[in-house]
């Protein structure tokens, strides 16, 4: 049996957001594990599915008991809440699950926001990290963004990372008060979205023309001393 792990939308329509091919294996399932049960449902709802059909349980329960489908024969979808699953989503554990007890686990394309951002901030596409949430607290932010542009500056590599939308603009903060003015800084926002915005400037001249990001879904891409 195989575990689907399925994309959802960043935003927008759920049709949008993965190719037919995709869809077409979606609409065939009856059981899923996912990160949220109500997006899940306006997300499935959205590629026509009738969703009381479905067996819909979310993944913070015992992950052991959701691999049931699969033991029974039944193939099943892993949804995240946005982009892709097992990619800063908690349903890396249930994967590893599905690969110790035997299935076969099969990725679908669809949109990540982590490559969708790289893929359009003309920084360094060989060597990058993604680095998930910086801390809250100031001091400790910045101190973690210290840390990353050196090892960026080390490694030439692009250091990724996100934060909760209503906290960006308190990161850009740090970041400018923080980074050397060479280094290169993109902020991707609303990706996929009418409103989306991706933007690639040095630090200084973030500085000299800084305009608040908001509270967008939003990644910040870093490439030390790049010019």
């Known amino acids: ?61 015992e992950t052991k008991a959701l691999l049931a489908p699969l033991r029974e024969g039944r193939p099943m979808g892993l949804l995240s809440e946005a982009g892709c699953p097992a990619i800063a989503d908690p349903g890396a554990a249930l994967v590893e699950m599905a690969h110790r007890e035997g299935f076969r686990v099969v990725p679908l394309i669809g949109p990540s926001a982590i490559v969708l951002a790289l893929m359009a901030s003309g920084l360094e596409g060989q060597r990058f990290a993604f680095c998930g949430y910086l801390p809250r607290e100031e001091a400790s932010r910045k101190k973690e963004i210290q840390k990353l542009e050196r090892r960026s500056r080390q490694e030439k590599e692009t250091e990724i990372f996100i934060e909760t939308p209503y906290r960006n603009d308190a990161m850009l903060e740090s970041l400018l008060s923080t980074c050397s003015s060479s ?45």
């Open 1 to 61: 049996m195989i575990l689907y792990a399925i994309p959802a939308a960043l935003g927008g329509p759920a049709a949008d957001a993965l190719p037919e091919s995709s869809i077409r294996i979606v609409r065939k399932l009856r059981d899923f594990a996912v990160e949220n049960a109500k997006s899940a449902r306006a997300f499935l709802g959205g590629l026509g599915i009738a969703v009381r059909e479905l067996n819909i349980v979310e993944i913070h329960q």
């Open 183 to 227: 280094s290169l800084l993109c902020i991707a926002a609303d990706l996929t979205l009418p409103t989306e915005s991706i933007t690639t400037k040095s630090i200084q001249q973030w500085r000299r023309a800084s305009t608040p990001v908001g509270r967008r879904p939003a990644m910040f891409l870093l490439l030390a001393d790049a010019r």
